[in-house]
Protein backbone atom coordinates (compact mmCIF):
# COMPACT_ATOMS: atom_id res chain seq x y z
CA UNK A 1 0.00 0.00 0.00
CA UNK A 2 2.62 2.20 0.54
CA UNK A 3 4.23 1.14 -2.55
CA UNK A 4 0.93 2.27 -4.16
CA UNK A 5 1.01 6.33 -2.46
CA UNK A 6 4.64 6.60 -3.33
CA UNK A 7 3.52 5.33 -6.39
CA UNK A 8 0.47 7.43 -7.21
CA UNK A 9 2.49 10.57 -5.86
CA UNK A 10 5.08 10.22 -8.62
CA UNK A 11 2.54 9.33 -11.33
CA UNK A 12 0.52 12.52 -10.08
CA UNK A 13 3.77 14.42 -10.83
CA UNK A 14 5.23 13.49 -14.18
CA UNK A 15 2.12 12.89 -15.48
CA UNK A 16 0.69 16.56 -15.25
CA UNK A 17 2.62 18.40 -12.88
CA UNK A 18 -0.49 21.40 -13.82
CA UNK A 19 -3.37 18.95 -12.25
CA UNK A 20 -1.14 18.15 -9.07
CA UNK A 21 -0.87 21.71 -8.56
CA UNK A 22 -4.02 22.38 -8.98
CA UNK A 23 -5.23 19.51 -6.34
CA UNK A 24 -3.16 21.19 -3.77
CA UNK A 25 -4.48 24.46 -4.81
CA UNK A 26 -8.16 23.21 -4.44
CA UNK A 27 -7.76 21.26 -0.96
CA UNK A 28 -4.93 19.89 0.16
CA UNK A 29 -4.15 16.66 -0.88
CA UNK A 30 -2.75 13.66 0.68
CA UNK A 31 0.58 13.92 -0.87
CA UNK A 32 1.17 17.24 0.92
CA UNK A 33 0.15 15.77 4.39
CA UNK A 34 3.71 12.99 3.90
CA UNK A 35 5.99 14.94 4.32
CA UNK A 36 9.90 14.15 3.89
CA UNK A 37 11.64 16.09 6.81
CA UNK A 38 10.03 17.27 9.59
CA UNK A 39 8.06 20.95 9.73
CA UNK A 40 9.37 23.20 11.48
CA UNK A 41 6.39 24.64 12.36
CA UNK A 42 2.96 23.36 13.83
CA UNK A 43 0.45 22.05 10.99
CA UNK A 44 -0.83 18.40 10.53
CA UNK A 45 1.89 16.00 8.73
CA UNK A 46 2.81 12.09 8.26
CA UNK A 47 6.08 10.76 7.95
CA UNK A 48 7.42 7.54 6.92
CA UNK A 49 9.20 5.17 8.83
CA UNK A 50 12.86 5.54 7.83
CA UNK A 51 12.44 8.14 4.97
CA UNK A 52 13.64 11.21 7.63
CA UNK A 53 16.73 12.54 7.72
CA UNK A 54 18.59 11.31 10.71
CA UNK A 55 21.72 12.07 13.33
CA UNK A 56 24.62 9.38 13.73
CA UNK A 57 26.26 9.28 16.89
CA UNK A 58 28.16 5.94 17.20
CA UNK A 59 26.63 3.09 15.61
CA UNK A 60 22.95 4.27 16.81
CA UNK A 61 20.79 6.52 14.12
CA UNK A 62 18.12 9.10 15.72
CA UNK A 63 15.71 10.18 13.57
CA UNK A 64 12.79 12.75 14.91
CA UNK A 65 9.01 12.23 13.77
CA UNK A 66 7.71 14.94 16.08
CA UNK A 67 10.32 18.02 17.16
CA UNK A 68 10.20 21.08 19.51
CA UNK A 69 9.19 22.94 16.23
CA UNK A 70 6.41 20.61 14.71
CA UNK A 71 5.12 20.43 18.05
CA UNK A 72 5.06 23.84 19.84
CA UNK A 73 7.17 22.49 22.18
CA UNK A 74 5.09 19.93 23.07
CA UNK A 75 6.76 17.17 22.76
CA UNK A 76 9.77 15.46 21.13
CA UNK A 77 9.44 11.67 19.32
CA UNK A 78 12.50 10.18 18.63
CA UNK A 79 13.08 6.84 16.90
CA UNK A 80 16.08 5.43 17.81
CA UNK A 81 17.49 2.87 15.27
CA UNK A 82 20.81 0.83 16.21
CA UNK A 83 22.62 -2.71 16.42
CA UNK A 84 23.66 -4.56 19.47
CA UNK A 85 26.61 -3.21 21.62
CA UNK A 86 28.67 -4.60 24.14
CA UNK A 87 28.61 -1.16 25.84
CA UNK A 88 25.97 0.99 27.62
CA UNK A 89 24.01 3.26 24.84
CA UNK A 90 24.79 6.51 26.58
CA UNK A 91 26.74 7.37 30.41
CA UNK A 92 24.28 7.27 33.25
CA UNK A 93 22.71 10.68 33.11
CA UNK A 94 19.27 12.45 34.73
CA UNK A 95 17.17 14.85 33.28
CA UNK A 96 15.59 17.49 35.98
CA UNK A 97 13.33 19.25 33.27
CA UNK A 98 12.19 16.50 30.63
CA UNK A 99 10.08 13.11 31.57
CA UNK A 100 11.12 10.76 28.90
CA UNK A 101 9.62 7.51 28.20
CA UNK A 102 11.49 4.75 26.25
CA UNK A 103 8.89 2.32 24.24
CA UNK A 104 10.35 -1.39 22.51
CA UNK A 105 9.71 -1.10 18.63
CA UNK A 106 12.12 -4.18 17.31
CA UNK A 107 14.80 -6.06 18.80
CA UNK A 108 16.18 -6.17 23.01
CA UNK A 109 17.37 -3.76 24.87
CA UNK A 110 18.17 -3.21 28.65
CA UNK A 111 16.85 -0.17 30.66
CA UNK A 112 18.08 1.27 33.97
CA UNK A 113 16.28 3.58 36.20
CA UNK A 114 17.54 4.78 39.60
CA UNK A 115 16.36 6.69 42.20
CA UNK A 116 15.87 7.13 45.88
CA UNK A 117 18.23 4.28 46.51
CA UNK A 118 16.11 1.87 44.34
CA UNK A 119 17.44 0.60 41.19
CA UNK A 120 15.54 -0.96 38.33
CA UNK A 121 16.84 -3.37 35.47
CA UNK A 122 15.08 -4.56 32.66
CA UNK A 123 15.17 -6.25 29.30
CA UNK A 124 12.91 -5.04 27.28
CA UNK A 125 11.13 -6.70 24.37
CA UNK A 126 8.92 -5.05 21.41
CA UNK A 127 5.52 -3.95 23.13
CA UNK A 128 7.76 -2.86 26.45
CA UNK A 129 7.72 0.59 28.20
CA UNK A 130 9.58 2.59 30.66
CA UNK A 131 9.25 5.62 32.79
CA UNK A 132 11.97 7.88 33.72
CA UNK A 133 10.65 11.02 35.65
CA UNK A 134 13.00 13.94 36.54
CA UNK A 135 15.86 13.43 38.35
CA UNK A 136 16.15 10.03 37.56
CA UNK A 137 18.97 8.76 37.01
CA UNK A 138 19.37 6.12 33.83
CA UNK A 139 20.83 4.59 31.03
CA UNK A 140 20.55 1.67 27.91
CA UNK A 141 22.47 -1.03 25.94
CA UNK A 142 21.41 -2.20 22.75
CA UNK A 143 20.81 -6.07 22.79
CA UNK A 144 20.04 -7.32 19.28
CA UNK A 145 20.73 -6.59 15.70
CA UNK A 146 17.95 -4.35 14.75
CA UNK A 147 16.78 -2.73 17.66
CA UNK A 148 14.73 0.06 17.90
CA UNK A 149 13.79 2.50 20.97
CA UNK A 150 11.04 4.82 20.61
CA UNK A 151 11.63 7.70 22.98
CA UNK A 152 8.77 10.45 24.11
CA UNK A 153 9.96 13.37 25.64
CA UNK A 154 7.97 15.82 27.29
CA UNK A 155 8.29 19.31 26.65
CA UNK A 156 9.38 19.08 23.08
CA UNK A 157 12.88 20.26 21.98
CA UNK A 158 15.04 17.65 23.67
CA UNK A 159 16.33 16.79 19.99
CA UNK A 160 18.65 19.84 20.47
CA UNK A 161 20.95 17.38 22.42
CA UNK A 162 21.13 14.85 19.74
CA UNK A 163 22.30 17.36 17.21
CA UNK A 164 24.70 18.65 19.31
CA UNK A 165 26.45 15.64 20.16
CA UNK A 166 26.01 14.12 15.99
CA UNK A 167 29.07 12.67 14.94
CA UNK A 168 27.41 12.52 11.27
CA UNK A 169 24.31 13.85 9.87
CA UNK A 170 22.55 10.74 8.36
CA UNK A 171 20.43 9.72 4.94
CA UNK A 172 19.92 6.44 3.02
CA UNK A 173 18.85 6.83 -0.44
CA UNK A 174 18.07 2.72 -0.12
CA UNK A 175 16.14 3.91 3.59
CA UNK A 176 18.57 1.86 5.56
CA UNK A 177 17.33 1.87 9.24
CA UNK A 178 21.45 2.33 10.58
CA UNK A 179 24.91 2.29 8.46
CA UNK A 180 27.09 -0.51 8.15
CA UNK A 181 30.18 0.57 9.79
CA UNK A 182 32.65 -0.36 12.75
CA UNK A 183 30.92 2.71 15.17
CA UNK A 184 32.09 2.51 18.89
CA UNK A 185 29.00 3.26 20.83
CA UNK A 186 29.27 6.78 22.09
CA UNK A 187 28.51 6.66 25.82
CA UNK A 188 29.39 10.34 25.27
CA UNK A 189 33.09 10.96 27.44
CA UNK A 190 33.12 11.93 30.21
CA UNK A 191 33.89 15.56 29.68
CA UNK A 192 31.33 16.28 26.72
CA UNK A 193 28.35 14.83 28.85
CA UNK A 194 29.59 17.33 31.89
CA UNK A 195 28.91 20.03 29.89
CA UNK A 196 25.53 19.10 28.44
CA UNK A 197 23.63 20.96 31.28
CA UNK A 198 22.44 23.49 29.56
CA UNK A 199 20.41 20.91 27.35
CA UNK A 200 19.06 19.63 30.72
CA UNK A 201 21.48 16.34 30.64
CA UNK A 202 23.06 15.67 34.15
CA UNK A 203 26.06 13.37 34.04
CA UNK A 204 25.52 10.32 37.02
CA UNK A 205 28.89 8.68 36.26
CA UNK A 206 29.48 7.06 39.77
CA UNK A 207 26.08 4.77 39.03
CA UNK A 208 27.28 1.32 37.61
CA UNK A 209 24.10 -0.30 36.23
CA UNK A 210 23.50 -4.34 37.87
CA UNK A 211 23.82 -6.58 35.23
CA UNK A 212 22.70 -9.72 36.27
CA UNK A 213 19.35 -9.96 35.07
CA UNK A 214 17.23 -12.85 35.86
CA UNK A 215 15.45 -15.21 33.40
CA UNK A 216 12.65 -12.78 33.70
CA UNK A 217 14.35 -10.12 32.82
CA UNK A 218 14.85 -8.45 35.51
CA UNK A 219 17.76 -6.98 37.78
CA UNK A 220 18.54 -4.29 40.44
CA UNK A 221 16.46 -3.96 43.82
CA UNK A 222 12.77 -3.13 42.85
CA UNK A 223 9.66 -4.94 42.74
CA UNK A 224 11.02 -7.29 40.65
CA UNK A 225 7.89 -7.86 38.66
CA UNK A 226 7.82 -8.11 34.89
CA UNK A 227 6.34 -10.41 32.38
CA UNK A 228 5.02 -12.59 35.31
CA UNK A 229 2.67 -10.21 37.12
CA UNK A 230 0.96 -7.53 37.05
CA UNK A 231 2.72 -4.23 36.40
CA UNK A 232 0.78 -0.93 37.80
CA UNK A 233 1.46 2.41 36.46
CA UNK A 234 3.33 4.82 39.41
CA UNK A 235 0.75 6.59 41.53
CA UNK A 236 2.59 9.64 41.35
CA UNK A 237 4.63 11.82 38.98
CA UNK A 238 8.14 11.06 40.27
CA UNK A 239 8.16 7.43 40.43
CA UNK A 240 9.76 5.65 37.81
CA UNK A 241 8.33 2.57 36.70
CA UNK A 242 8.09 -0.32 34.43
CA UNK A 243 5.25 -2.14 32.00
CA UNK A 244 5.67 -5.23 30.14
CA UNK A 245 3.34 -5.86 27.01
CA UNK A 246 -0.11 -6.99 27.71
CA UNK A 247 0.51 -6.57 31.71
CA UNK A 248 -0.66 -3.13 32.82
CA UNK A 249 -3.84 -1.57 33.50
CA UNK A 250 -6.09 -2.90 30.07
CA UNK A 251 -9.83 -1.12 28.91
CA UNK A 252 -12.25 -1.76 26.48
CA UNK A 253 -14.51 0.41 24.29
CA UNK A 254 -16.07 0.09 20.39
CA UNK A 255 -16.42 2.99 18.21
CA UNK A 256 -19.92 4.37 18.27
CA UNK A 257 -21.32 2.82 15.81
CA UNK A 258 -19.40 -0.76 16.97
CA UNK A 259 -17.52 -0.86 13.83
CA UNK A 260 -14.43 -1.47 15.74
CA UNK A 261 -13.10 -2.60 18.83
CA UNK A 262 -10.73 -0.09 20.75
CA UNK A 263 -8.12 -1.58 23.90
CA UNK A 264 -6.27 0.95 25.42
CA UNK A 265 -3.70 0.63 27.57
CA UNK A 266 -2.35 3.62 29.21
CA UNK A 267 1.54 3.95 30.54
CA UNK A 268 0.98 7.84 30.99
CA UNK A 269 -2.43 9.26 32.25
CA UNK A 270 -2.75 12.84 34.22
CA UNK A 271 -1.71 11.33 37.70
CA UNK A 272 1.84 10.29 36.26
CA UNK A 273 2.64 13.63 34.03
CA UNK A 274 0.44 16.11 36.33
CA UNK A 275 -1.74 16.74 33.21
CA UNK A 276 1.73 17.59 30.82
CA UNK A 277 1.18 14.47 28.53
CA UNK A 278 0.07 11.33 27.89
CA UNK A 279 1.14 8.39 26.18
CA UNK A 280 -0.27 4.43 25.46
CA UNK A 281 -1.02 1.85 22.97
CA UNK A 282 -4.72 1.09 21.46
CA UNK A 283 -5.12 -2.29 19.88
CA UNK A 284 -7.95 -2.36 17.21
CA UNK A 285 -10.12 -4.71 15.18
CA UNK A 286 -10.20 -3.92 11.93
CA UNK A 287 -13.23 -1.82 10.91
CA UNK A 288 -16.57 -3.67 9.78
CA UNK A 289 -16.86 -2.94 6.18
CA UNK A 290 -19.40 -0.26 5.51
CA UNK A 291 -18.88 1.01 9.26
CA UNK A 292 -17.51 4.83 9.81
CA UNK A 293 -14.41 5.63 11.83
CA UNK A 294 -15.02 8.09 14.51
CA UNK A 295 -14.23 11.25 14.10
CA UNK A 296 -11.55 13.63 16.86
CA UNK A 297 -10.28 17.02 17.77
CA UNK A 298 -8.99 17.59 20.86
CA UNK A 299 -7.36 21.08 22.63
CA UNK A 300 -4.05 19.67 22.44
CA UNK A 301 -1.69 17.94 20.22
CA UNK A 302 -2.15 14.01 19.49
CA UNK A 303 0.87 12.12 17.58
CA UNK A 304 0.19 8.56 16.57
CA UNK A 305 2.88 5.78 15.38
CA UNK A 306 1.50 2.61 14.20
CA UNK A 307 2.99 -0.50 15.90
CA UNK A 308 1.39 -3.12 14.61
CA UNK A 309 -1.24 -4.19 11.65
CA UNK A 310 -1.82 -1.16 9.25
CA UNK A 311 -4.09 1.56 10.42
CA UNK A 312 -5.78 3.84 8.39
CA UNK A 313 -6.14 7.68 8.79
CA UNK A 314 -7.76 10.47 7.43
CA UNK A 315 -6.80 14.47 8.82
CA UNK A 316 -9.16 17.43 8.48
CA UNK A 317 -8.25 19.71 5.65
CA UNK A 318 -6.47 16.64 3.15
CA UNK A 319 -8.41 14.92 0.73
CA UNK A 320 -8.56 11.23 0.88
CA UNK A 321 -7.53 8.20 3.51
CA UNK A 322 -3.89 7.18 4.10
CA UNK A 323 -2.84 3.89 5.12
CA UNK A 324 0.03 4.06 7.81
CA UNK A 325 2.70 0.54 8.42
CA UNK A 326 4.59 0.03 11.40
CA UNK A 327 6.34 2.94 12.32
CA UNK A 328 4.88 5.49 10.49
CA UNK A 329 3.75 8.67 12.84
CA UNK A 330 0.81 10.73 11.85
CA UNK A 331 0.47 14.24 13.86
CA UNK A 332 -2.32 16.34 14.45
CA UNK A 333 -2.61 19.46 15.56
CA UNK A 334 -4.70 20.76 18.56
CA UNK A 335 -8.32 21.61 17.11
CA UNK A 336 -7.67 19.57 13.81
CA UNK A 337 -10.03 16.72 13.10
CA UNK A 338 -9.17 13.37 12.47
CA UNK A 339 -10.22 9.51 11.93
CA UNK A 340 -8.03 6.46 12.44
CA UNK A 341 -9.14 2.59 11.78
CA UNK A 342 -7.59 -0.44 11.64
CA UNK A 343 -7.51 -1.73 8.35
CA UNK A 344 -5.48 -4.67 8.96
CA UNK A 345 -7.06 -8.13 11.23
CA UNK A 346 -5.28 -6.68 14.21
CA UNK A 347 -3.57 -3.31 14.39
CA UNK A 348 -1.80 -1.20 17.25
CA UNK A 349 -0.32 2.20 17.36
CA UNK A 350 1.44 4.10 20.41
CA UNK A 351 -0.14 6.84 21.27
CA UNK A 352 1.02 10.85 22.82
CA UNK A 353 -1.62 13.57 23.43
CA UNK A 354 -1.24 17.17 24.77
CA UNK A 355 -2.65 17.84 28.38
CA UNK A 356 -5.34 16.36 29.20
CA UNK A 357 -7.90 16.84 26.15
CA UNK A 358 -6.73 13.59 25.06
CA UNK A 359 -7.15 10.74 22.96
CA UNK A 360 -6.93 8.36 25.92
CA UNK A 361 -9.01 10.18 27.75
CA UNK A 362 -11.44 10.54 25.49
CA UNK A 363 -11.63 6.84 24.75
CA UNK A 364 -11.76 5.82 28.63
CA UNK A 365 -15.32 8.04 28.97
CA UNK A 366 -16.92 4.84 27.52
CA UNK A 367 -14.38 2.21 27.99
CA UNK A 368 -15.43 -0.81 31.06
CA UNK A 369 -11.76 -2.60 32.49
CA UNK A 370 -11.05 -5.24 30.67
CA UNK A 371 -8.26 -8.19 31.77
CA UNK A 372 -7.51 -9.46 28.03
CA UNK A 373 -5.44 -8.23 25.60
CA UNK A 374 -7.52 -9.28 22.88
CA UNK A 375 -11.35 -7.82 21.95
CA UNK A 376 -14.32 -9.79 22.07
CA UNK A 377 -14.26 -13.21 19.97
CA UNK A 378 -18.21 -11.57 18.18
C1 LIG B 1 -4.16 23.52 3.72
O1 LIG B 1 -4.02 23.13 5.08
C2 LIG B 1 -3.49 24.13 5.91
C3 LIG B 1 -3.24 23.52 7.28
O2 LIG B 1 -4.29 22.70 7.68
C4 LIG B 1 -4.42 25.31 5.94
O3 LIG B 1 -3.88 26.34 6.73
C5 LIG B 1 -4.61 25.82 4.51
O4 LIG B 1 -5.54 26.86 4.51
C6 LIG B 1 -5.09 24.71 3.61
N1 LIG B 1 -5.10 25.17 2.23
C7 LIG B 1 -6.15 24.98 1.45
C8 LIG B 1 -5.99 25.49 0.07
O5 LIG B 1 -7.15 24.39 1.82
C1 LIG C 1 15.22 17.77 40.54
O1 LIG C 1 16.45 18.01 41.19
C2 LIG C 1 16.76 19.40 41.27
C3 LIG C 1 18.16 19.52 41.82
O2 LIG C 1 18.29 18.77 42.99
C4 LIG C 1 15.70 20.09 42.13
O3 LIG C 1 15.98 21.48 42.18
C5 LIG C 1 14.34 19.86 41.52
O4 LIG C 1 13.33 20.40 42.36
C6 LIG C 1 14.08 18.39 41.31
N1 LIG C 1 12.84 18.22 40.55
C7 LIG C 1 11.88 17.39 40.91
C8 LIG C 1 10.68 17.34 40.06
O5 LIG C 1 11.97 16.70 41.93
C1 LIG D 1 19.56 -1.10 46.09
O1 LIG D 1 20.87 -1.49 45.69
C2 LIG D 1 21.84 -0.47 45.80
C3 LIG D 1 23.16 -1.02 45.27
O2 LIG D 1 22.95 -1.56 44.01
C4 LIG D 1 21.98 -0.03 47.24
O3 LIG D 1 22.88 1.05 47.30
C5 LIG D 1 20.62 0.41 47.75
O4 LIG D 1 20.71 0.70 49.14
C6 LIG D 1 19.59 -0.68 47.55
N1 LIG D 1 18.30 -0.15 47.94
C7 LIG D 1 17.40 -0.85 48.58
C8 LIG D 1 16.10 -0.16 48.87
O5 LIG D 1 17.60 -2.00 48.93
C1 LIG E 1 24.17 18.44 9.96
O1 LIG E 1 23.57 19.39 9.10
C2 LIG E 1 23.33 20.63 9.75
C3 LIG E 1 22.53 21.49 8.78
O2 LIG E 1 23.14 21.52 7.55
C4 LIG E 1 24.65 21.26 10.12
O3 LIG E 1 24.44 22.49 10.76
C5 LIG E 1 25.39 20.32 11.05
O4 LIG E 1 26.67 20.80 11.36
C6 LIG E 1 25.53 18.94 10.44
N1 LIG E 1 26.04 18.02 11.48
C7 LIG E 1 27.10 17.23 11.28
C8 LIG E 1 27.51 16.41 12.45
O5 LIG E 1 27.70 17.19 10.23
C1 LIG F 1 36.09 -3.30 14.13
O1 LIG F 1 36.16 -3.10 15.52
C2 LIG F 1 36.76 -4.16 16.23
C3 LIG F 1 36.62 -3.90 17.71
O2 LIG F 1 36.50 -2.54 17.99
C4 LIG F 1 38.21 -4.26 15.78
O3 LIG F 1 38.82 -5.32 16.46
C5 LIG F 1 38.26 -4.52 14.29
O4 LIG F 1 39.57 -4.51 13.84
C6 LIG F 1 37.48 -3.44 13.53
N1 LIG F 1 37.38 -3.80 12.13
C7 LIG F 1 37.63 -2.94 11.15
C8 LIG F 1 37.46 -3.46 9.74
O5 LIG F 1 37.96 -1.80 11.35
C1 LIG G 1 -23.35 -1.06 20.10
O1 LIG G 1 -23.28 -2.13 21.02
C2 LIG G 1 -23.90 -1.82 22.28
C3 LIG G 1 -23.61 -2.95 23.25
O2 LIG G 1 -23.76 -4.19 22.60
C4 LIG G 1 -25.39 -1.60 22.04
O3 LIG G 1 -26.02 -1.26 23.25
C5 LIG G 1 -25.57 -0.44 21.08
O4 LIG G 1 -26.92 -0.28 20.75
C6 LIG G 1 -24.77 -0.70 19.79
N1 LIG G 1 -24.80 0.53 18.98
C7 LIG G 1 -25.06 0.54 17.68
C8 LIG G 1 -25.04 1.88 17.00
O5 LIG G 1 -25.28 -0.48 17.05
C1 LIG H 1 4.52 19.48 34.15
O1 LIG H 1 4.76 20.76 33.57
C2 LIG H 1 5.05 21.77 34.55
C3 LIG H 1 5.14 23.08 33.79
O2 LIG H 1 6.11 22.99 32.79
C4 LIG H 1 6.33 21.40 35.27
O3 LIG H 1 6.61 22.37 36.24
C5 LIG H 1 6.16 20.04 35.93
O4 LIG H 1 7.39 19.64 36.51
C6 LIG H 1 5.76 19.01 34.90
N1 LIG H 1 5.53 17.73 35.55
C7 LIG H 1 5.83 16.57 34.99
C8 LIG H 1 5.61 15.35 35.82
O5 LIG H 1 6.27 16.45 33.86
C1 LIG I 1 -11.89 6.99 4.09
O1 LIG I 1 -12.36 5.97 4.89
C2 LIG I 1 -13.70 6.13 5.31
C3 LIG I 1 -13.99 5.01 6.25
O2 LIG I 1 -13.58 5.37 7.53
C4 LIG I 1 -14.64 6.10 4.13
O3 LIG I 1 -15.93 6.36 4.55
C5 LIG I 1 -14.19 7.15 3.19
O4 LIG I 1 -14.96 7.03 2.04
C6 LIG I 1 -12.73 7.01 2.86
N1 LIG I 1 -12.34 8.12 2.07
C7 LIG I 1 -11.68 8.00 0.95
C8 LIG I 1 -11.35 9.25 0.25
O5 LIG I 1 -11.31 6.91 0.53
Given at each position: MRTSVLLSAILAVTASEAATFTAREAGNSTNSLIVSETPDYVRPYIVRAYTLPGVRLGPQVYRFPVTGPSSGYAFTLISTAAPASTELGVLPHLHQTHYENFYCLRGRYALWTSKDGKTDGRILTPGDYGAVPHNTTHTFQMLDPFVEQVGVIQ?????DLFYFLAQENYTSSTYAPYPQGNYTTPGGDAETISKLQALDVYAELTFSP???????GVSG???????NGENSLAADSATPFFVAKGYGPKCLTSTTNNGSYFIIEPFITSVQSDGNFTEGTITMSQLSSGAQADTYSFTGHTALEVVDGLVGVSVGGYDGNVTLAIGDVVFVPAGTKFSFWGEAAYSKVLYVGQGTDTLDAALLRSATVWDSVIWPAS
Open positions: PGGFEPMAFDANNGTGVWH
